[in-house]
């Protein structure tokens, strides 16, 4: 158990419905990035979300967080300076006991997938942010 999270570049919905009628959302996309358990990361998400959206960060998890190039901005200089602003102060499943390591850990990938994202959204194409715990 803990905290998954994925970023999905040039990102298209689909949705579809079983014979019981619930509907499915899928996203398809060009390119996956994947963390596991990286707190400082879902901390600067975390910020995002409820600036974007207003809702309880807790409202998160299992939903799709669309990223534009401005977020995309201020992530790059979170990473660059490996999240400092944003430590995590608890939360077991989200792997607080180890969050500067982790920080450390996912620096490259989180830097690639900074630069992925901005030429995704620079050609007009969707970046999405998903978790969950």
Partial sequence: MGLDQNAFINATETSEQDDKGNTYVSIDSDRNFYWRKHSRLQEF??????????????????SKLELNLDDIKALWEAVQNKFAEHECEGGFFYGHQFQEEQANHYQEQDTE????ATLALEKGQKVIYTCWW
């Fill in 45 to 62: 998400m975390e910020k995002l979300w409820v600036e974007k959206t207003g809702e309880s960060p807790v409202e998160l998890n299992c």
């Fill in 113 to 116: 997938f900074c630069s992925a």
